[in-house]
């Protein structure tokens, strides 16, 4: 009797470690095929072949959140940093004072990474209210390699124009306050939506 509950607890046991198994592999499977289809939205989206998609698909929050928070984005920027650093390399400037580059302000010279981390990287659907909440603190932080590509253009001798669409009524000078703040000074102006900033050389208003 002792021997024959032994097996049958044996038994039940193998089961449900085979179950466990089961699962875990199902679980792998499903997280490779959700990785294989966020690849390939990318990819369509990159390429233009997705249109007017108003939220990332749910099933890439994951994707999207690894993407950019473990170190391939930034990968991504050093890299394209690199490349603007080898164009600049062969550049002469005519000294006329024609020579300008521009830079946008949100998600190039300064970083929303914390706003969007709150929001599922996209898989929540944008709220202009939620955003302009978000840019008055004044807590966006430099992109650093941009900000290192700022300074070089400024001591080259390039007029850096910043833009954003950001509206200048309510976010002009806590824009202005927070890109001083994170080492952005010396730009020529900031254009903004709803007017021209035109900004001192020091980044304050006039």
Known sequence: MVRFIKEVTLLLLLAMVSKLGQGMVLDHVKQATSDRYCLSWRMAVEANNVKGWPTIPTQCWRHVEGYMIGGQYNWDINLII?????????????NDGYDAWILDVDDTCLSNLLYYRGKRFGCDPYNPMEFRSWALKGECTAIPAVLGLFNRLISTGFKVMLVTGRDELTLGPIT???????????YDRLIMRGGDMGTSRGGRLP
């Open 82 to 94: 690199d490349q603007i650093y080898t164009y600049l390399d062969n550049v002469t400037l005519i």
């Open 176 to 186: 202005v306050d927070n890109l001083l703040s994170e080492g952005y000074s010396g």
